[in-house]
């Protein structure tokens, strides 16, 4: 029977390894099922994070071969005859063998403040599709953090406590872009959002399993609604004049 | 002795999908301490894969719907043996949740007017489901947490839970153990709400995520609680078939709501045949039964299944309507589905029946425990309609949410929870590591998820069932040789050996109930008994621990007041 030759990382925070793992391959396969061979067959204490196979979850990212993905949705058969590397995401500490600490992401989230409307009580919101698609687009985010993982600010310069994350520019970008939402988040992105930091390099769009355009609608808009409102010479003077309240501010 | 954590709450949840998170905002906002246990991380719970939509009888594109066509709907897809009470409030407190969903932040397809867009789905009277293209569940699972995250709840992820406890005949907390540590934590609270799901898991095919294998409902038969109809396990129809990694993953009853259509190998649309009415968008069971009958009499697919053809929707639409399907196909069956036909057949879904509780507040029959969402039972009867689950978790899921606590602030009592119980659960959750024993206990859930795909599946029979059980009560002994190795630190193996336990005591409960009831109605197909019995209409089946052992006895399905029942006439 044709095999897959897996290279896996076993250890914890104290240290680890590359163990080598023989699984036989079937049609179709992906990286996920043959982290479940090896637990049932091999190492049933190999660690790993994963929910619905089914790539809707987010839980199973790693990185394979060097590239962050999601195990359920990377096929074997996409490596003939290399041997396949999977490793866990570099960027958040690691727990043990594929699995990481990713706290810091909830614990970022906390800090958004909520969708927030004036609508009158018990009426139905009246919108239209054109003006929720552009929100429903950064709906679609299943949270595998691969964007956090490889965003080169939290990645190479341990950025966390200066800048959010593509993660969270795309939550941001979803309740200021949501229709009826009425806060302002420019504070927020600008202070200690950190939004100045990413330099657009497009890493996180590039790798997003769900297919987001995190930097071009996203973190684009977002970055020019930040300068429209504090460095535009033209509105920080009216602003000085008359400050504005049409829109709550929130930091 | 082992140390523990402690961490106490006024009410503490067990679940964090839809139901659990919708229950903890309940408690929240009364006032009470909640403490929220997430088998998972925080919003990663089965209800993300819920992909088709949420019913609720709005009105919004067919004003002639209302609650009580919902209502109607709903027990007769369920073939009359759910609990009317609870029927009734689904449907009319249903619309309220959704309108509540999209003042959270929800953002839903809409109609060309802006209102919330609904589509048809099998078996509802009306265009009824709301829906975001086919991501429902994720849209619903991430408004809720947002929420939660705001309402002060503490969240504890990735902790497992392993037993309840009580204080006498009362509900005093709970005791598990975090995964990332393998230490333990004990939960004293005045009121536990279950929300911890299915158990899909004990079968080969399923449509689940690794987390539904019965722990709440196992949880709380092992406190004495009442297990309902747990006989009713939904098998939807499509599932994907090939490749073999993939098998059982859901293909959304979307596909059909959008005008897909089931086709035998011989290009007939067979469902016209079956169901000349309701066609393609027949009960589930229906559906299921038909392509599993195409499959027995040789017209099935090249890899035992049906074809469902989207292809007449046009690329744009399907596109739009259904990107995680056409993703889906493309990326793991490297099928096109806007030009070729996927292949689908029947998968394991959906838990109809579960925990025993009042209609009106989720309370199971132990003191202080509560239930909602697919753990519980009664809503669904014998035959779950799509979209039902997910109103299901916010409706119940709020209503227990609020009666925990109720019950919890006007209990006078503090309760105390017995030491020596908690030392007896350390030694029994510990007895993997330190005993002798040469069993897997990924390879005992294999050998348990073939059992119950043969005999305890689609079509069952009197004699299979008989033998399904000597097979479950052969792996239960097997399973207390279990023997694990490595740390406690985040050990897959060991978490195996609790959930496999839960899924024995739930496949037990299976297949003793559907040797009960010898008849067939709805998902319960008994080849030996292949018709509606009317006295067996009248029955619930109930599972209940006594005295150490499993028994089975029946209760009568309560009677429909005049009014309700007119509806049918």
Known sequence: ?251 | MEQYEIFEHDVLVIGAGGAGLRAAIAAAEAGLTVGLVCKSLLGKAHTVMAEGGIAAALGGVDPQDNWQVHFADTMRGGQFINDWRMAEIHAKEAPERVLELERWGALFDRTPEGKILQRPFGAHTYRRLSHVGDRTGLEMIRTLQDRAIQAGIDVYPEVTTTALLKDGARIAGAFGYRRETGRFILFPAKAVILATGGWGRIWQVTSNSWESTGDGAAMAYEVGADLRDVEMMQVHPTGMVWPPGVRGLLVTEAVRGEGGVLRNSQGERFMLRYDPQKKDLSSRDVVARAINQEVLEGRGSPHGGAFLDVTPLGADRIRQKLPNMYDQYLKLADIDITKVPMEVAPTVHYAMGGLRVEPESGATTVPGLYAAGEVASGLHGANRLGGNSLSDLVVFGKRAGECAATYSRDLPATLQVPRDVVEAEIVRVLAPFERDGNENPFLLHEELQATMQERASIIRTGEGLQKALEKILELKERSRRTRITGSRMYNPGWHMTIDLDCMLTLSEAVVRAAIARRESRGAHYRLDHPNKDPEFGKLNIIARKSRGEMTITTVPVPPMPEELARLFT
Not at chain 1, 119 to 137: L, T
Not at chain 1, 187 to 194: F, M, S, V, W
């Open chain 1, 1 to 251: 029977m044709e095999e897959a030759i897996l290279r896996v990382f076993r250890g914890d925070s104290n240290g680890g390894e590359e163990r080598i793992y023989r699984v036989p391959l079937k049609p179709g396969m992906v990286v996920l099922d043959a982290i479940h061979y090896i637990q049932a067959h091999y190492d049933a204490d190999l660690a790993v994070r994963w929910n619905c196979k089914a790539a809707r979850c987010g839980s199973c990212s790693a990185e394979v071969n060097g590239r962050p993905r999601l195990m359920c949705k990377t096929r074997l058969d996409e490596f003939r005859g290399t041997d396949v590397r999977v490793y866990p995401l570099k960027t958040f500490p690691l727990i043990k063998d594929l699995v990481t600490d990713v706290s810091w992401n909830y614990q970022v989230a906390r800090q958004i403040p909520p969708f927030t409307h004036k609508e009158p009580e018990g009426k139905p919101f009246i919108v239209h599709q054109v003006d929720v698609e552009r929100a429903q687009e950064f709906h679609k985010c299943i949270e595998c953090f691969l964007c956090q993982n490889v965003c080169h600010v939290l990645r190479d310069h341990e950025g966390q406590s200066a800048y959010f994350g593509p993660r969270s520019m795309v939550k941001i970008a979803s309740l200021e872009m949501h229709p009826k939402d009425v806060l302002d988040r420019t504070g927020l992105l600008r202070e200690k959002g950190g939004i100045a930091y990413c330099n657009i390099t497009k890493c996180c769009e590039d790798l997003c399993p769900e297919e987001i355009h995190i930097t071009d609608n996203a973190i684009i808009p977002l970055k020019e609604r930040v300068a429209d409102k504090y460095y535009d010479p033209l509105r920080a003077l009216l602003r000085s004049l008359a400050p504005s309240r049409r829109r709550e501010e929130s930091t």
